[in-house]
Each structure stands twice: as structure tokens, then as C-alpha cells.
């Protein structure tokens, strides 16, 4: 990846996650992204209560993120790592996380994480987004 594209990522990620930080997500001047799927089907999709969840974590709610949504503790560091690896050029995942053996269990886990998440009697409802 070129220089020029690399500080261009830098300063679009330091933008979005200083946006993230300042402002709470639908009630300043972000937009309300409503789920279309919640919104059609009344059911919480995998991503539901992540932007939520993402600005608790910026501010070191971490009790808070994990109400509103908890692969978020999954998705972060994922991403990171897949954006510094993306940056520097260099590898920071094994050639393990891109096998079947790695991503399968991965898939199934997200897969029963959001069928779970819509069952409403305890323990499970405790896995949907904080209203």
C-alpha cells in the first residue's frame, strides 16, 4: 500500500473514531442508523447496539459496550489488527485465521451469538441491545 494511501486510512480512522468519542451515536448530529432488520423483522441482527456499544468502549464503559453489544470486545481487535496489518504491510495474523479451521468456528459462534441474542427469557435475553 502506497504512503499517500496509508495516511489517507490514518486520518479517515482518526476521524471516525474522534467522532465516536465526542458525539453518542443518533443523538447528536450522526444519523440514526435503525437497523433495516430490526426495523422489518422486530428481531436484533449480529450488529445491533454496536455503535452504542463501540462509544461505550471509546470512553471505558466496558460494562456498558457489553450491554449494548458484546462482539464488539471481538470485532475491535480484529480490526485493528487487520488495519495495522493492512498499514505496515507485514502480517500480524497466522496464516491459521484465514484457514476454515479458524473461520468456521468463528461464523458458527456469530451465527448462535445473534440467534440467542433473540431469545427473550433469561439467560439469554441479556444478549440484546440495551433499549
Known amino acids: ?27 447528536n448530529f450522526l444519523p440514526d442508523f435503525q437497523c433495516l432488520f430490526h426495523r422489518v423483522t422486530g428481531l436484533y441482527c449480529l450488529g445491533c447496539g454496536g455503535q452504542r456499544a463501540f462509544h461505550a468502549l471509546l470512553h471505558g464503559h466496558f460494562a456498558v459496550a457489553a450491554q449494548n453489544n458484546l462482539l464488539v470486545f471481538l470485532v475491535v481487535p480484529l480490526v485493528g489488527l487487520k488495519f495495522l496489518e493492512e498499514i505496515t504491510g507485514r502480517k500480524t495474523f497466522p496464516l491459521f485465521f484465514y484457514s476454515c479451521r479458524f473461520l468456521l468456528p468463528l461464523v458458527v459462534f456469530v451465527i448462535v451469538f445473534t440467534v ?6 433469561p439467560p439469554f435475553h441479556y444478549l440484546a441491545p440495551a433499549e
Open 1 to 27: 500500500m502506497g504512503s499517500s494511501t496509508v495516511k489517507v486510512l490514518l486520518v479517515v480512522l482518526a476521524l471516525a473514531v474522534t467522532t465516536y468519542y465526542f458525539f453518542f451515536p443518533s443523538i
Open 116 to 121: 440467542l441474542r433473540n431469545i427473550p427469557i
